[in-house]
């Protein structure tokens, strides 16, 4: 068999696999606390399940259009004008299955061979394997501590070349939950006028998960910018709708129509009865009480995660959004634990797994070989739990 460079060229996604493992321990009845999830640990709330039920008994089961009912479309041009500040055409707007394939539609329409994609480092794992996949050249822009693990206008401006085709901004991010003022997203965007052939690639799938800080979409910045961003949103993680898979790009209508056909000769459109579930969940006063719920629970977590790693004593990047917390195993490089020797952040991920039943996840595909990320998306409990086992892990480490 003889598969594609295209195939062969792409990595599997580790976060699936390691949080696939986990299940599957923790469903065999080994006490497992993983640390790996991607997704809010909350249910659907139930006026999203309700909408779904009556859309099946009204029979809303068939084709919609390929880029999503004019319905969802215009609720989600609503929530981009009501929240965002940014106004949007119902044509200049494509629902596609979930956040990644809005990523995946964004950059096949945007993306081909001999274009360079700037990716600040660390990164979502997937946006490197997406450019790849479009024979583009992802160009790393390493986060430092000392700017906060955030890009600069000098850092970017040094990176732009003539090739460079698009930059991606993950804010707030996965993985370091680090989030951007406005005055931060202003002044990248400030650069980023004076280079027009450059697109913004804006993944705002956090933008409701934030701790006592403020953002905006880059976007919201000048009409320049409109014109040159792609917003990705979706339904996944605000509204703990993860396996509903309904995401949605806001764009230029000339890029929206070519993520349109793209969509149209791929998947069609995304499934009938959570498009029309998304609109009740985008318009419903009762997800605004879901979301401060949600929020506060998180936040509460988040503190909790930080204090508690002071104990296991390791350095961490302290999140002011997102779910993740990321923590610098560095330092245990050459140590082993119960005879095992640790040289990477693979091996202490590995480690942790096997002999303390703890899932973390190591960052090497994050771009970041000195870290793993541990999610707070599980209960206070497993918090704790898990934290002494990592202190414990940290503490036996020779
Ligand atoms: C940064 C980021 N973007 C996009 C996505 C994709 O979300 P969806 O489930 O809607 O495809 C995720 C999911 O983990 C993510 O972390």
């Known amino acids: 068999m003889s598969l594609s460079n295209r195939a062969l060229g792409v990595s599997p996604s580790l976060t699936l696999a390691i949080t696939a493992k986990a299940k599957k321990m923790k469903a065999d009845g080994l006490d497992v606390i993983s640390f790996g999830a991607g997704e809010p640990d909350f249910d659907t709330p139930a006026y999203i399940i309700e909408a779904a039920k009556v859309a099946l008994d009204k029979g809303i089961t068939r084709y919609t259009p390929a880029s999503g009912t004019v319905e969802l479309r215009k609720a989600i041009c609503d929530k981009l004008a009501r929240e965002n500040g940014v106004t949007y055409d119902v044509n200049e707007i494509v629902v596609s299955n979930g956040a990644k394939h809005s990523l995946s539609n964004a950059i096949r ?66 993985p370091t939950g680090v989030v951007y003022s406005k005055e931060e997203i202003m002044a990248l965007a400030k650069e980023l006028e004076n280079h027009k052939h450059v697109y913004v690639l804006s993944d705002e799938i956090y933008e409701k998960l934030v701790y006592g800080v403020e953002t905006m979409s880059i976007a919201a910045c000048s009409e320049e910018m409109k014109k040159r961003t792609i917003i ?36 069609s459109n995304p499934n009938s009865i959570a498009q029309y579930a998304s609109v009740v969940a985008l318009s419903d ?71 303390l039943y703890t899932a973390v ?27 002494a086992r990592f202190e414990k892990f940290v503490k036996g480490c020779k």
């Open 285 to 355: 006063k009762k997800g605004d009480e879901f979301l401060a719920n949600m929020n506060e629970i998180f936040c509460k977590r988040r503190n909790l995660m930080v204090e508690l790693m002071e104990k296991v004593g390791l350095p961490i990047i302290k999140p002011e959004g997102a779910f993740y917390v990321m923590v610098n195993v560095k330092s245990l490089f050459g140590k082993s634990y119960d005879g095992q020797e640790i040289k990477t952040a693979m091996d202490v991920a590995t480690i942790m797994f096997d002999k």
């Open 232 to 267: 990705i949103n979706g339904m996944s993680k605000a509204y703990a709708m993860t396996g509903w898979r309904i995401g949605y790009t806001a764009s230029s209508l000339e890029i929206a129509k070519a993520m349109s056909s793209i969509q149209s000769h791929s998947t």
């Open 109 to 174: 329409a945007l993306v081909q061979e001999g274009d360079e994609v700037i990716i600040p480092a660390p990164y979502w794992l997937t946006y490197p394997e997406l450019v790849k996949l479009s024979d583009g050249t992802p160009v790393i822009a390493e986060l430092l501590p000392e700017n906060g693990f955030k890009l600069t206008p000098e850092q970017l401006r040094g990176l732009i070349t003539p090739k460079t085709k698009a930059i991606i901004i993950n804010n707030p991010s996965n």
């Open 361 to 387: 996840i190591p960052c090497e595909s994050f771009g970041a070989n000195d870290y793993v990320r541990l999610s707070y998306a599980t209960g206070d409990k497993q918090i704790r739990e898990g934290l």
